[in-house]
């Protein structure tokens, strides 16, 4: 019998020792995940748009012209201003009418959009057609010199686009304007950039006309 109670109180002391010892793990275990939860979270950031700069303008586009000088957005003059000087000689053959083309600008020219209007005697603009359809003037672009201009270089040529079939009837007199020019590098290859001056070609347009040097409406 005193076996047996010392066999008791030994298996009852071993058993509220383990007890005590989960007891006391257990609330360690909730205080580690209490305190893993109340940590502060990074806060994400938010994606940046990516913002493209303006175009840089050139600067070096020709006296009173500003732009970025490509093609669809080119050195951009008004009034009077004039790269090149383009006068009818007088004569039509069955190629069409004859024109004189002089560079006035500093540097050579391969590009070009010429636009043509004609007149009859009274100075009255006529309609000629084009695409089909009676229009005010008319008119191509493109590297239409066959080669390179040099500066201060005059010479003589025919338009694809204006053949003599194109020349309205009581066509007195026929004046032109090169609108839009593109410089060429030294070896007239390429079109470098370009200059442009939409006042010189609107639709209506007098005999002789711009030269008051004035933007057009």
Request: proline share 8%; glycine share 10%.
């Amino acid at each position: 019998m005193q076996l047996s109670k010392t066999a008791l109180a030994l298996l009852l002391a071993t058993t509220v020792s383990g007890c005590d010892e989960e007891t006391s793990q257990e609330p360690a275990g909730v205080n580690q995940q209490a305190t893993a939860s109340a940590l502060p979270t990074a806060p994400v950031a938010a994606p940046v748009p990516s913002v493209k700069p303006p175009p840089k303008l050139r600067d070096d586009c020709p006296e009173g012209s500003k732009g970025v000088g490509t093609h669809g957005d080119p050195c951009e003059a008004s009034g009077d201003s004039r790269m090149m000087e383009i006068k009818y000689t007088g004569k039509t053959t069955e190629q069409g009418p004859k024109f004189s083309v002089t560079n006035k600008s500093k540097l050579p020219i391969l590009y070009g959009a010429v636009t043509a209007y004609f007149y009859d005697k009274a100075g009255k603009q006529l309609e000629v057609m084009s695409g089909g359809k009676p229009r005010p003037k008319r008119g191509c672009s493109g590297n239409i010199f066959a080669g390179a201009v040099k500066p201060g270089e005059k010479i003589y040529l025919f338009f694809s686009c204006l053949k003599q079939k194109d020349v309205p009837e009581g066509t007195a007199a026929i004046e032109a304007e090169i609108r839009t020019v593109g410089f060429t590098d030294e070896e007239g290859t390429k079109n470098l950039f370009y200059w442009q001056n939409q006042d010189l070609t609107p639709d209506e347009r007098p005999k002789g006309g711009i030269k008051s040097g004035k933007r057009t409406e």
